[in-house]
């Protein structure tokens, strides 16, 4: 009974559990699915900076700085030096990248609705309240739930 009742067990299950869904569908474009969903970042605010990109994607710089230099090597991103600041980057679109985002935001709206479709509309509101309260998708620095 431990591991029922822990949810550090249950969501990690869960997550893996969603990944495998995306995978499956992400796999043929060579994406893994942590770069996927950096893509779908930088869909939603191409240009943006490593630490804009690791504040979305609630991963430190570090990990985000890997993923960017793994979407460079395959073509699907670009970074380029910040006019308004030298010591920085941004990060944009390749046209890889645009060319595929019909289809991989497709992808997205498709395996997103399967999972929500299990709760429905109220019951993923309470459970997004749930895990703000808990201190998901807060960063690092912000108060912890423990």
Known sequence: MLLQDCLCFQLASLSRSMARHYRERITPYGLTHTQFFMLLALYEEEGATLSVLAEKTHLDRPTVTGLIDRLERDGWAVRQADPQDRRSFRVYL?????????????????????????LGVEEWKRFRTLLERLGFGDDEESSTPL
């Open 94 to 118: 390749t046209p890889k990248a645009k060319e595929h985002r019909e289809v991989l935001l497709r992808i997205y709206h498709e395996v997103n609705g399967r999972l929500l479709e299990q």
